[in-house]
């Protein structure tokens, strides 16, 4: 029973220091490259015409993000991401809104810039490893220009959309290899990205 208190004791001073030692690094910034559900929706317009000759270019979503330690638990920081498509197709064959088969050649360039607070919360904390989840809200402004043979594809409107965002970051880690660098990932729902991979630099 002795060896069982002391064992529990043990565990609760190693996880509070883990804590307590974590506490030494405030600011951490980190620079992410990661996929979106939008670049995966864009690359799938190669089956959407099986005549078509498409080209899409995309860069992967990237992101730089700033978080300061409020609390061992508790951090909120400033992300800003940017994620850019490109199209070309000849020969795209679609139905209109009359019901009517069009083909035609086009080009798309479509570019998407979001900038939100984070709110984050710790666990598990130690020198090495930091496991964390919280959610991110600010705006999404969404750049759009388009060169098509036909007149159907009127995107008056939409060219430069500016409008709020929501995300929740479902789960992050970051595994520390020196004192302040690391590396590590996330898994996000919402803009603007589904899943990625980070660099980390803690002080």
């Given at each position: 029973?002795k060896?069982?208190?002391?064992?529990?004791?043990?565990?609760?001073?190693?996880?509070?220091q883990?804590?307590?030692?974590?506490?030494?690094y405030?600011?951490?910034g980190?620079?992410?490259?990661?996929?979106s559900?939008?670049?995966?929706?864009?690359?799938?317009?190669?089956?959407?015409?099986?005549?078509?000759?498409?080209?899409?270019k995309?860069?992967?979503?990237?992101?730089?993000?700033?978080?300061?330690?409020?609390?061992?638990?508790?951090?909120?920081g400033?992300?800003?991401?940017?994620?850019?498509?490109?199209?070309d197709?000849?020969?795209?064959?679609y139905?209109n809104?009359?019901?009517?088969?069009?083909?035609?050649?086009?080009s798309?360039?479509?570019?998407r810039?979001?900038?939100?607070?984070?709110?984050?919360?710790?666990?598990?904390n130690?020198d090495d490893l930091d496991?964390?989840?919280?959610?991110?809200?600010g705006?999404l402004?969404?750049?759009?220009?388009?060169?098509?043979?036909?007149?159907?594809?009127?995107?008056?409107g939409?060219?430069?959309?500016?409008?709020?965002?929501?995300?929740?970051?479902?789960?992050?880690?970051?595994?520390?290899?020196?004192?302040?660098?690391?590396?590590?990932?996330?898994i996000?729902?919402g803009?603007?990205?589904?899943?990625?991979?980070?660099?980390?630099?803690?002080?």
């Open positions: 029973m060896n069982s208190i002391l064992f529990t004791l043990l565990c609760c001073i190693t996880f509070l883990g804590f307590a030692q974590n506490e030494e405030k600011h951490v980190s620079a992410s490259i990661g996929l559900l939008t670049g995966v929706l864009i690359n799938l317009l190669d089956e959407a015409s099986p005549d078509a000759t498409i080209e899409v995309s860069t992967p979503a990237l992101q730089l993000t700033y978080d300061y330690g409020i609390k061992k638990f508790f951090s909120i400033l992300a800003v991401g940017y994620q850019q498509f490109g199209i197709a000849e020969d795209f064959t139905t809104i009359d019901d009517v088969d069009v083909t035609e050649d086009f798309a360039d479509f570019s810039l979001n900038v939100a607070i984070r709110p984050l919360f710790h666990y598990a130690n496991l964390y989840s919280g959610f991110r809200i705006v402004n969404n750049r759009f220009t388009s060169d098509s043979t036909n007149d159907d594809l009127d995107i008056d939409f060219e430069n959309l500016t409008r709020l965002s929501f995300g929740i970051t479902a789960f992050g880690l970051r595994y520390y290899f020196t004192d302040n660098i690391g590396a590590g990932f996330e996000n729902l803009a603007p990205y589904i899943t990625a991979f980070n660099i980390n630099a803690r002080f």
